[in-house]
């Protein structure tokens, strides 16, 4: 009883500390599920106060977590990250340097410039925290920079950017703010940066590498587009110092004192407790359970701790306005836990306006008409010759085959588009450049057909050169569809590659090639999908534009219900309904941030309708026949 009046009197002060605000609480629906409220604060710390549903799924996760009751709070942290352009270059150089020098501490964490150190933050007063940072953002948004200029410094351990005393005092005066605003409202105590603001390239490489990583640095030109975001991050403080490994397949314990695995689960461990475990062994804690145990670390690789920290709120600095034409007292607006600065009617550019009001979206494409479609299962007969290679008997087979391992009969069970299919990803690419679409990420199925469909998607928006197609074997087709019993077969990236496709190399699948399970159980493959689609947004940055997703027509329903809140469908109902979708069909989701949710909407282009078109045997026509 002492317990539960505690409670009560904990949610009051919430209650009453949060009037006033306009968003909804997210507290109450928890409460309402019959969870505790010290437990719900610290699921909804845990998962940056987004949803509802996100934090619901955290209790239920780490309902056997021994450390759930405790008092622990979350520490965090405030950077000014780079968007746009400018960012665009930074990845690169990131990817660059790793590949031509190797891992350094830069690459630990995203690119960003440290503004207040970690602090500490109680769970029942973050929703204060974000007010702190609304009102140091407005308080300095007038006379931020136009732009933040950046010089060039190196030395034997160190290259990164410094920023010149100007826009840094003014930066300072944010962090300074923020400081104070957290201290009244949330009663935290945060220190900003001291140092010299910098944004860090590269950190503790090998001397010899110092005259490449300066040549890679040369290249981004600092002086790229960019609006500045303030954004708090959280992680756990417990495990500040411990290695953090991802995990790569599913591993299902055999021993009570083992860690279930599941592709994309990040583990905590400490080197210095490694004693009692056995040579190929860890023990560590699971951040999406809590729990702790043994684990093969052969299902594992090494991760960045910083792939664990949690982006709550930001503050978007934006450069696109005209700050001498606000008015006094415009109210700044917040979307997807954002806070943007009101924008004014007369904004200088259009381009300008489209960027600032648009929402991030999903658009879920289903691939192309694939040959086997149109001539059946014995498609491959038809256009084999004797001595194994490829000829093209109907004008709809394509026109060539890429090489792969395994020759012609790799594409027995991987089968292309047909020429129509071509042509209609064509068309889809086509409408969508006229849509006007911004395209930010492009995922697709391991699939040829799917594959092919998102490059000429991407020629046809003059995206081939820039968006790299991130391969996803998570979210490919139920595996009980497909006609083999073994795992399904794929081209590899090499291949993709050496043919001509502009693959990602640097993404990291949810899950990989060789964990997906011949003839899997509905619930496999929906559960599968729901967590591509967690790994598919966490690989984007959170900014408007549209997530291009190419894969079958189950994708249509498995990939966009985990982002509504739905639960899955009837096996039935579901079979049923996939079995409809047409080549080419389409699946809108736009992020409503207002509301915190994702809606269904209508798709940028029109729907793709073509008849069917029979063979013709001029033979037929011969007299007397």
């Given at each position: 009883?002492?317990?539960?009046?505690?409670?009560?009197?904990?949610?009051?002060?919430?209650?009453?500390?949060?009037?006033?605000?306009?968003?909804?609480?997210?507290?109450?629906?928890?409460?309402?599920?019959?969870?505790?409220?010290?437990?719900?604060?610290?699921?909804?710390?845990?998962?940056?106060?987004?949803?509802?549903?996100?934090?619901?799924?955290?209790?239920?996760?780490?309902?056997?977590?021994?450390?759930?009751?405790?008092?622990?709070?979350?520490?965090?942290?405030?950077?000014?990250?780079?968007?746009?352009?400018?960012?665009?270059?930074?990845?690169?150089?990131?990817?660059?340097?790793?590949?031509?020098?190797?891992?350094?501490?830069?690459?630990?964490?995203?690119?960003?410039?440290?503004?207040?150190?970690?602090?500490?933050?109680?769970?029942?007063?973050?929703?204060?925290?974000?007010?702190?940072?609304?009102?140091?953002?407005?308080?300095?948004?007038?006379?931020?920079?136009?732009?933040?200029?950046?010089?060039?410094?190196?030395?034997?351990?160190?290259?990164?950017?410094?920023?010149?005393?100007?826009?840094?005092?003014?930066?300072?005066?944010?962090?300074?703010?923020f400081s104070t605003e957290a201290a009244v409202l949330a009663d935290c105590s945060v220190k900003p940066c001291a140092k010299q603001l910098h944004?860090?390239?590269?950190?503790?490489?090998?001397?010899?590498?110092?005259?490449?990583?300066?040549?890679?640095?040369?290249?981004?030109?600092?002086?790229?587009?960019?609006?500045?975001?303030?954004?708090?991050?959280?992680?756990?403080?417990?495990?500040?110092?411990?290695?953090?490994?991802?995990?790569?397949?599913?591993?299902?314990?055999?021993?009570?004192?083992?860690?279930?695995?599941?592709?994309?689960?990040?583990?905590?461990?400490?080197?210095?407790?490694?004693?009692?475990?056995?040579?190929?062994?860890?023990?560590?804690?699971?951040?999406?359970?809590?729990?702790?145990?043994?684990?093969?670390?052969?299902?594992?690789?090494?991760?960045?701790?910083?792939?664990?920290?949690?982006?709550?709120?930001?503050?978007?600095?934006?450069?696109?306005?005209?700050?001498?034409?606000?008015?006094?007292?415009?109210?700044?607006?917040?979307?997807?836990?954002?806070?943007?600065?009101?924008?004014?009617?007369?904004?200088?550019?259009?381009?300008?306006?489209?960027?600032?009001?648009?929402?991030?979206?999903?658009?879920?494409?289903?691939?192309?008409?694939?040959?086997?479609?149109?001539?059946?299962?014995?498609?491959?007969?038809?256009?084999?010759?004797?001595?194994?290679?490829?000829?093209?008997?109907?004008?709809?087979?394509?026109?060539?085959?890429?090489?792969?391992?395994?020759?012609?009969?790799?594409?027995?069970?991987?089968?292309?588009?047909?020429?129509?299919?071509?042509?209609?990803?064509?068309?889809?690419?086509?409408?969508?450049?006229?849509?006007?679409?911004?395209?930010?990420?492009?995922?697709?199925?391991?699939?040829?057909?799917?594959?092919?469909?998102?490059?000429?998607?991407?020629?046809?928006?003059?995206?081939?050169?820039?968006?790299?197609?991130?391969?996803?074997?998570?979210?490919?087709?139920?595996?009980?569809?497909?006609?083999?019993?073994?795992?399904?077969?794929?081209?590899?990236?090499?291949?993709?590659?050496?043919?001509?496709?502009?693959?990602?190399?640097?993404?990291?699948?949810?899950?990989?090639?060789?964990?997906?399970?011949?003839?899997?159980?509905?619930?496999?493959?929906?559960?599968?999908?729901?967590?591509?689609?967690?790994?598919?947004?966490?690989?984007?940055?959170?900014?408007p534009g549209t997530i291009l997703i190419v894969s079958h027509s189950s994708a249509l329903d498995s990939c966009t219900r985990p982002l509504l809140?739905?639960?899955?469908?009837?096996?039935?109902?579901?079979?049923?309904?996939?079995?409809?979708?047409?080549?080419?069909?389409?699946?809108?989701?736009?992020?409503?941030?207002?509301?915190?949710?994702?809606?269904?909407?209508?798709?940028?282009?029109?729907?793709?309708?073509?008849?069917?078109?029979?063979?013709?045997?001029?033979?037929?026509?011969?007299?007397?026949?």
């Amino acid at each position: 009883m002492a317990a539960a009046a505690g409670e009560t009197q904990l949610y009051a002060k919430v209650s009453s500390k949060l009037k006033g605000h306009s968003r909804p609480s997210l507290l109450d629906p928890l409460l309402a599920l019959g969870f505790p409220a010290h437990t719900a604060l610290k699921a909804l710390a845990a998962t940056g106060r987004k949803t509802v549903e996100e934090a619901s799924t955290w209790l239920h996760c780490h309902g056997n977590d021994p450390t759930l009751d405790d008092p622990i709070p979350q520490e965090y942290a405030l950077f000014l990250c780079p968007t746009g352009p400018l960012l665009e270059r930074l990845e690169e150089f990131w990817r660059e340097s790793k590949r031509q020098c190797t891992k350094n501490r830069a690459h630990e964490v995203f690119p960003h410039v440290t503004l207040c150190e970690f602090f500490t933050c109680e769970d029942q007063k973050v929703e204060r925290l974000y007010e702190a940072l609304k009102r140091a953002g407005d308080r300095v948004l007038a006379s931020f920079p136009a732009t933040v200029p950046l010089v060039l410094h190196s030395s034997a351990s160190y290259l990164g950017f410094f920023i010149s005393d100007g826009p840094a005092d003014t930066l300072r005066e944010f962090a300074t703010a923020f400081s104070t605003e957290a201290a009244v409202l949330a009663d935290c105590s945060v220190k900003p940066c001291a140092k010299q603001l910098h944004l860090t390239l590269a950190h503790k490489f090998y001397p010899h590498h110092q005259r490449t990583l300066e040549q890679l640095a040369r290249a981004i030109h600092p002086g790229q587009p960019c609006q500045w975001t303030a954004a708090l991050f959280s992680r756990d403080m417990r495990f500040v110092h411990y290695q953090t490994l991802r995990a790569l397949f599913q591993y299902r314990p055999q021993n009570a004192d083992e860690l279930l695995l599941s592709p994309g689960d990040y583990i905590f461990v400490d080197p210095t407790q490694q004693d009692e475990a056995s040579e190929g062994w860890a023990i560590g804690t699971s951040q999406r359970t809590g729990c702790r145990g043994f684990l093969p670390e052969n299902y594992t690789e090494r991760a960045s701790e910083a792939d664990t920290w949690v982006k709550h709120r930001t503050y978007t600095f934006s450069l696109a306005m005209d700050l001498n034409s606000r008015k006094d007292g415009e109210a700044g607006g917040r979307r997807d836990g954002e806070f943007h600065p009101a924008t004014p009617r007369s904004i200088s550019s259009v381009q300008a306006l489209q960027a600032v009001i648009s929402r991030r979206s999903v658009l879920v494409i289903r691939h192309g008409e694939r040959v086997d479609q149109v001539f059946g299962k014995s498609w491959l007969q038809q256009c084999s010759t004797p001595d194994g290679k490829y000829y093209r008997p109907d004008l709809n087979f394509p026109r060539c085959l890429p090489s792969r391992s395994g020759g012609l009969k790799g594409f027995e069970l991987d089968p292309p588009l047909s020429s129509c299919g071509s042509f209609q990803a064509r068309l889809a690419g086509d409408s969508l450049l006229d849509s006007g679409v911004r395209i930010t990420a492009v995922f697709s199925s391991p699939a040829l057909r799917c594959v092919q469909t998102a490059r000429h998607i991407l020629e046809e928006l003059k995206l081939e050169k820039t968006v790299k197609i991130r391969i996803e074997p998570g979210i490919f087709e139920w595996t009980k569809w497909e006609a083999s019993k073994a795992s399904p077969s794929f081209m590899a990236l090499a291949e993709l590659r050496e043919a001509g496709f502009s693959v990602d190399p640097d993404y990291r699948p949810a899950f990989p090639l060789c964990s997906l399970l011949p003839a899997e159980s509905y619930a496999q493959y929906v559960d599968r999908c729901a967590r591509s689609m967690e790994r598919v947004l966490g690989a984007c940055p959170p900014e408007p534009g549209t997530i291009l997703i190419v894969s079958h027509s189950s994708a249509l329903d498995s990939c966009t219900r985990p982002l509504l809140g739905l639960p899955p469908r009837d096996c039935g109902a579901f079979a049923q309904l996939v079995r409809k979708i047409p080549a080419l069909g389409m699946c809108f989701c736009e992020e409503n941030t207002e509301e915190g949710k994702w809606e269904l909407a209508s798709p940028p282009v029109r729907t793709l309708t073509h008849g069917a078109n029979a063979a013709f045997n001029w033979r037929n026509w011969i007299p007397g026949s």
